[in-house]
């Protein structure tokens, strides 16, 4: 593959491989995670007449992609994972502040682009291969029912998706359970960390290895990333030609991969300003910009729980972009809010600007009114609404008096019949859930 683009691990820079390759790896295996080798610039004309985000996802991707299997595809999967909008809607009159809504996916939160940019690239990437693909993904919330929208009714492929029973809210239940086909349900007897090590163990074990082939989807794939800088790309490009300013996000952040997206965006040349991540009340990383020292903890549960993070697993991509704290520090800039400021703020939103938010997207709000106001004035900003507040309905209802409609894509979610099989949180189980090869899972 001379030529190729290339990607390297965030522990060794002379670990080199193509993006297809590094997508079905998922994780380097030094433990590290995949970067780009080297960062092409691309001018902001590279993007002229790229509005909609298909297109702008062509012209971003098209250079990290050069000289890979799946370059050929690249039109047609960009179609196909980017076919539903990221609006940007003002909040002042104006424009100088707006809301960028990434929630109108399958399963309205930002993580659709992403799951869907990677079962893109895997349904292309399976071909003719004689075993049956099986992604395991452990979710506490979120991520698992973006991963099953995204690989449902593929063919070749199949999913398990392991959350622990009775610890996610109901309606986190309902999108993880609604699937059937190629989809399996585990409601897990244990707790998050027994389905994240249930998942390890799956991979080490040769009697599932050889039955089946096994790969992740959780949100350290690069094919879950890379996605994530189109909008922020098509972004920045709509308020520069509008404006002839540069855009500015505040982004909720937990793992740090949608503000690594960002920050990606903006190192490979668009025209983005400021950033600031805002936190809830698992500090890790603010406190590590202030002191200068990495210390992680254990995760706290807060309000905004798909930010619950106290060891951000992209934290190691940050730094390998940063290495240098000072370069860190002018770089961006991190807050952290509590469950209360998130209430408050939900309140707010609503009475101020009439927005229903959900509370990672109340988080962002918070984090922006505790700008001083000369950092407010300078450029444009941007608030990035990472779900549809109906999936937190129990928590937003009570705080604005009012019932939250609910998006037709959820709705239909919740119309479908549940499937879901209870496990012990053992690889036994786990074993006799995945059954044996060429079984069909199609219920
Ligand atoms: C996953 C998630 C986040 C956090 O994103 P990271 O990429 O993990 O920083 C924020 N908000 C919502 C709604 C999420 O689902």
Redesign the pocket.
């Known amino acids: 593959m001379s030529g190729a683009f290339l990607f390297s691990s965030s522990r060794d820079p002379g670990a080199r491989l193509g993006f297809s390759a590094a997508l079905l790896q998922g994780l380097a295996p030094d433990g590290g995670l995949y970067v780009p080798a080297e960062w092409p610039r691309l001018p902001v004309d590279a993007f002229d007449g790229a509005v909609a985000l298909p297109e702008v996802a062509q012209r971003l991707l098209a250079p990290l992609l050069a000289g890979d299997p799946l370059a050929g595809e690249l039109a047609a999967i960009a179609g196909e994972a980017f076919d539903f909008p990221a609006p940007l809607v003002p909040l002042s009159p104006d424009g100088r502040l707006a809301v960028l809504e990434l929630f109108h996916g399958p399963t309205a939160?930002?993580?659709d682009f992403g799951a869907r940019f990677l079962a893109a690239c895997f349904a292309r990437l399976r071909g003719t291969a004689s075993r049956p693909l099986t992604i395991l993904v452990a979710t506490s919330g979120?991520?698992g029912g973006a991963v099953a929208a995204a690989f449902h009714r593929r063919p070749g492929i199949e999913v398990a998706v392991l959350f622990p029973k009775g610890l996610v809210s109901p309606t986190q239940e309902r999108q993880l359970t609604c699937w059937g086909d190629n989809v399996r349900s585990l409601a897990v007897r244990g707790t998050f960390d027994d389905c994240q090590r249930l998942v390890k163990q799956a991979f080490l074990d040769p009697q599932l290895r050889e039955q089946r082939a096994l790969s992740s989807a959780n949100?350290i794939n690069l094919g879950r990333l890379l996605p994530q800088a189109v909008y922020y790309a098509a972004t920045s490009l709509a308020v520069s030609r509008e404006f002839g300013e540069s855009a500015s996000f505040v982004i909720?952040?937990?793992?740090?991969?949608?503000?690594l997206a960002c920050l990606w965006a903006r190192r490979l040349g668009l025209p983005i300003g400021q950033v600031v991540l805002a936190h809830n009340a698992n500090r890790g990383v603010p406190d590590f910009l202030e002191s200068g020292e990495w210390r992680p903890r254990p995760s706290v549960a807060t309000l905004?729980s798909?930010?619950d993070?106290g060891n951000?697993s992209?934290l190691e991509r940050l730094r390998a972009l940063y290495p240098r704290l000072g370069e860190l520090r002018a770089a961006l800039s991190a807050t952290s809010v509590t469950d209360e400021e998130i209430r408050a703020r939900i309140r707010a939103g609503f009475r101020t600007y009439g927005q229903v938010w959900?509370p990672?997207t109340a988080t962002a709000a918070e984090a922006w009114e505790r700008l001083p106001p000369e950092q407010r004035a300078r450029g444009r900003w941007v608030l990035v609404a990472?779900?549809h507040a109906a999936k937190f309905r129990e928590i937003v209802e009570p705080l604005i008096g009012r019932e939250v409609p609910m998006p037709g894509s959820l709705a239909r979610l919740f119309a479908r019949p549940v499937h879901c099989v209870e496990i012990d949180a053992t690889l036994a189980g786990l074993r006799a859930a995945l059954g044996t090869q060429g079984s069909s899972w199609t219920i």
């Open positions: 939160a930002f993580k979120d991520t949100s909720p952040s937990g793992n740090l991969g949608n503000s905004a798909a930010m993070v951000p992209n959900c990672h990472t779900a």
